[in-house]
């Protein structure tokens, strides 16, 4: 495959991974970004037998409770 190319997490700086990136493009200009997808890629992963979940308004609440520590962002909210 042309231009393809492989890399390994330990590749990846780790401020990349965890620095959110903003981008100011007007709309006339093409914007290229390349991300890496780490984690549960494929959705496959499953809580162990006889795990808890959590309520699902748990993260929101938390954030209401300590705006000054927690922030619903953190959390893809």
């Known amino acids: 495959m042309s231009g393809a190319f492989t890399t390994a997490h330990n590749s990846v ?3 990349a991974v965890r620095s959110p990136m903003q981008f100011d ?13 780490t984690g ?4 496959s992963w499953a809580a162990p ?3 808890r979940t959590l309520d699902p ?6 954030a209401l409770l ?5 922030q619903i962002a953190q ?3």
């Open 40 to 43: 549960d890629v494929d959705g």
């Open 66 to 70: 300590h705006p000054d520590r927690v």
């Open 13 to 15: 700086p780790a401020a």
């Open 25 to 37: 493009v007007r709309a006339d200009e093409t914007l290229s970004a390349v991300a890496v997808l």
């Open 57 to 62: 308004t748990y993260l929101s609440l938390l």
């Open 49 to 51: 037998e006889g795990s």
């Open 75 to 77: 959390f893809g909210g």
